[in-house]
């Protein structure tokens, strides 16, 4: 069974950077289409960022909250995606999960792992 690990969170001032890493036992998803979600307290998940499979052109889509502040990427020989997050708002506290979706839609296809959690603050 797959399991996505995340890392890469912590505790971060505004205007801080950081750069989460996803990878997974179980499954060599080099190439596949990826994405990272959050979920706040109280709130419900929600897609942060999309990178579709080599195949389909390695597209990267971010929700717009987030676009301009962050990038997402894949490194193919190590297994890995990575989220890069820069000038981090206190509204970016979250828990930031990565899974495995489909080029056509971001529904998640592995169960979730454990999250990383980002926390902004002064």
């Known amino acids: 069974q797959v399991q996505p690990v995340e890392s890469g969170g912590g505790l971060v001032q505004p205007g801080g950077s950081l750069r989460l890493s996803c990878a997974a036992t179980?499954?060599?998803?080099?190439?596949?289409?990826m994405a990272w979600f959050r979920q706040a307290p109280g709130k419900q998940r929600e897609l942060v960022a999309r990178?579709?499979?080599?195949?389909?052109?390695?597209?990267?889509n971010y929700a717009y909250s987030v676009k301009s502040r962050v990038t997402t990427a894949r490194d193919n020989a190590e297994n890995t995606v990575y989220l890069q997050m820069n000038n981090l708002e206190p509204e970016d506290t979250a828990a930031y999960y990565c899974?495995?979706?489909?080029?056509?839609?971001?529904?998640?296809?592995?169960?979730w792992g454990q999250g990383t959690q980002v926390t902004v603050s002064s």
């Open positions: 899974n495995r979706v489909s080029d056509c839609n971001s529904v998640p296809r592995w169960h």
């Open positions: 179980g499954s060599i998803f080099a190439g596949q289409a």
């Open positions: 990178i579709t499979s080599i195949t389909s052109g390695g597209n990267v």
